[in-house]
């Protein structure tokens, strides 16, 4: 009789067991997949790549100035100055080879044979020529109703005569993804002595002078950046945050504006 009473009940334990781990791997899953599939507010980022030596970069640069002043919320506008034409005779004073390098990743992504300027990337997925004003619409409009898989947030902002500390807030799946911290000067005029513009008076806008990735540890953190002695007391920047998957992929960004 004992065997008959206690063979049913361990039969039953052991039953309950497995329906409760099934139910917490269940849960678990859904859990994961609502991450996986979270969606959050469209982000509109762009990337010119430039140059003052290139003689067919400043209506790209006045093109993205004038958008960004159209759409001052919800479009981030960044001019990466390449060193690759400071050969034929003006020194960008703004280039790096660190900003070439990084339009070779783009373009390696895009499978296209090399660099150029001025060129136009969208959200780290896709490029243009950046003096394109109808395809620049076009693809601001297309972005604007494409939800995303991030949003991050930028608050705690301390600025120093050295450098801006801040934190952030990450929402959505952080596997895969990483940090880039973009200091732009809003804008400078230059008297361009040589080179393809040689003779002409430029005035770039939204120019990239600091950059720095972060590695994500968790959806929280603090971090900071450098600002360059080639920033002038007094003069505009915007600190922008964005989020970046391993494809180079941006799926999230924020921005805060400050006179040094």
């Known amino acids: 009789m004992l ?3 206690l063979i049913p009940s361990f039969a039953f334990f052991g039953m309950s067991l497995i329906a409760l781990y099934a139910a917490r791997v ?3 899953a859904v859990i994961e997949t609502k991450v996986e ?6 982000v509109v980022v762009l990337e010119l790549f430039t140059s003052q030596g290139c003689s067919s970069c400043p209506p790209a640069d006045i093109l993205l100035d004038n958008v960004k002043k159209q759409h001052p919320e919800d479009v981030f506008a960044l001019s990466y100055h390449v060193d690759y ?3 034929i005779g003006w020194e960008d004073p703004f280039s790096k080879s660190t900003y070439t390098k990084k339009q070779r990743e783009y373009n390696q992504k895009f499978r296209y044979r090399s660099n150029y300027t001025p060129q136009l990337v969208v959200n780290g997925r896709e490029h243009f020529v950046g003096s394109n004003a109808a395809k620049l619409t076009s693809k601001i409009t297309t972005y604007k109703d494409r939800k995303t898989t991030n949003n991050i947030t930028l608050d705690g902002i301390v600025k120093s005569d050295f450098g801006i500390s801040f934190d952030f807030n990450l929402e959505g799946d952080i596997k895969g993804r990483q940090l880039r911290a973009v200091l ?3 804008e400078r005029t230059t008297s361009v002595k040589k080179g ?4 002409r008076t430029l005035k770039n806008s939204n120019i990239v002078i600091a950059e720095k990735y972060i590695p994500l540890q968790s959806s929280r953190g603090k971090s900071s950046i450098s600002i360059p002695s080639i920033a002038s007391r007094g003069e505009d920047l915007t600190l922008i945050l964005l989020v ?3 494809n180079l992929d941006v799926t999230a960004a924020a921005k805060a504006s400050m006179k040094l």
């Open 244 to 246: 970046e998957a391993d």
């Open 26 to 28: 269940e849960d678990r």
């Open 184 to 186: 732009v000067l809003d």
């Open 196 to 199: 393809e513009n040689r003779n």
């Open 85 to 87: 034409w400071n050969y």
């Open 3 to 5: 065997k008959k009473i």
């Open 37 to 42: 599939n979270e969606v959050y507010e469209p």
